[in-house]
């Protein structure tokens, strides 16, 4: 039969494919556009079980904060090349499900996987958009964040997006959050303080520090002291509060933020980038 450039045009504006490829969808389905739509679903299925022991590296990150700023969320979605991660229409995705997880605040990526997205949902989205473009794509990583003031920073080419929750909310609490965003960015820490270390990694940081005691010669009833001395730096290189602040070494992040306003601290943090 045949197919009118007027409907190839409207399934590739719908879809995101191919021209070829709507107008071939189409033709297998006859003409009727809702069954060239699945047609095109089923291609990125096929294509997405070939591509799923692929790497996918590259992508997008971004991070967003609702209006009254108190909530924000990060979504990376990943692919497997740099040049798709730059196209206009990839990273437009990336902001229409940002959007998205920011409006429904779903609690885990599996339910924004499930959430509705036009007249499928955002994992179907994810698997047709494999067919479209012939890589590996997925919804590497969802956070959300609840505070009294939230505050967000992507980092440059959307590499990198950080949220940070503060105690206190206030206009003048945003340029002291977005500082800290930033020293999350650049000095990646482990946990907000050593409370939120992960008992595995402080065991096994003490151990390291008993070995290199032990091979400087000393003595074996010291070795615990010692251990727990570099453990000690071991948290303030790492927990956030307990850093030295990027932009002032004289001072941890935490002095920082009591010289903006007395009390004020950070309740949490959330950090995705890619690789």
């Known amino acids: 039969m045949s197919i009118k450039a007027a409907d190839v045009k409207a399934l590739r504006d719908q879809t995101g494919a191919g021209m070829m490829d709507c107008k071939k969808a189409l ?34 990150v971004l991070a967003k904060v609702s209006e009254d ?100 909310a206030a206009d003048d609490y945003s340029e002291a959050g977005k500082n800290v965003a930033m020293q999350v960015a650049a000095m990646k ?27 400087e010669g000393k003595p074996e009833e010291l070795l615990e002291r010692i251990a727990m001395g570099k453990l000690n730096k071991f948290f303030k290189e790492n927990t956030l509060l307990d850093q030295a602040y990027v932009k002032d070494s004289k001072m941890s992040v935490q002095q920082y933020l009591d010289s903006v306003e007395k009390g004020l601290t950070v309740t949490d943090f959330k950090h995705v980038k890619l690789g």
């Open 27 to 60: 033709t297998e389905a006859n003409g009727d556009f809702d069954k060239a739509i699945e047609v095109l679903r089923k291609k990125g299925q096929k294509l997405s079980a070939k591509r799923a022991d692929r790497e996918a590296k590259e992508g997008v």
């Open 69 to 168: 700023g108190k909530k924000g969320i990060i979504v990376k979605l990943s692919c497997e090349t740099d040049f798709v991660a730059k196209n206009e229409d990839f990273i437009g995705l990336t902001d229409t499900f940002a959007n998205l997880a920011l409006e429904k605040f779903p609690e885990t990526k599996e339910a924004l996987l499930n959430e509705s997205y036009d007249d499928s949902t955002v994992g179907e989205k994810i698997v047709e958009q494999v067919g479209v473009i012939g890589e590996k794509v997925e919804l590497a990583n969802y956070e959300r964040l609840e505070a009294p003031q939230v505050e967000a920073y992507i980092h440059m080419g959307n590499k990198a997006g950080v949220l940070v929750g503060l105690n206190k």
């Open 189 to 215: 820490p482990l946990a907000l303080n050593k409370d939120g270390v992960d008992s595995s990694i402080v065991e096994k940081e003490v151990e390291i520090g008993k070995e290199i005691a032990r091979k």
